[in-house]
């Protein structure tokens, strides 16, 4: 069991420092979303290393989000805020390739990630797996509302995270099924075809303003 370094003022203070408040992310601020995927591990009843990775899940930047609030070669300073359990969930989600996470999902153990920087693996075991995929849940769930995604992605995210059941807590379970209702596939291609008519227009309409 790690020991916590600092108190949750000291967290928040130490993203502040390292100028997560300023930076650019859909959720508004950086701070704001990594905020946000804290509170909804903690309303799940996550254990308080999985609540302390959320608020810090990516300072070393991630496979989707390269920008690094803090040098992944710093990361002793995280262990001080956040301690070391938390701390190693915070840089395998940073370090892994999502797609070799997800593959876990159709087989049975050993489990293992791929390194998206040396391309090596990485075992994981049961309960890094549950912590990684509950922490993704929440990384997406967090940012949905103030995303403009398509609803074949949606439904793509809800099949994936429906096969993930068995790993989540009861409540993110509730709120997954809640956000990511199960949609006609008639309705899913209307919206793709919406889409696709979007963009088409937004060309023509670029090409006779520049003409």
Known sequence: MS???TSPEGELAFLAAAGAAETAHPSGTL????RGTRDLLARWGCASPLCAAGLYHSVYGTEAFRTATVAPDERERIREQIGAEAEHLVHLYGVIVRRSLYA????QAPYHAVDRVTGERIALDVGELRDLVTLDLANRL????RIDMSLWRIEADRRLYAT?????PAAAVADMQRIYPRRSPLVVVADGLFRLA???FGRGTARLARA
């Open 198 to 200: 979007r963009r088409l």
């Open 31 to 34: 701070m704001a979303h990594l």
């Open 164 to 168: 993930a059941a068995h790993l989540l």
């Open 3 to 5: 020991v916590r370094r």
């Open 142 to 145: 967090e940012q949905l509302p």
């Open 104 to 107: 876990n999902l159709a087989r």
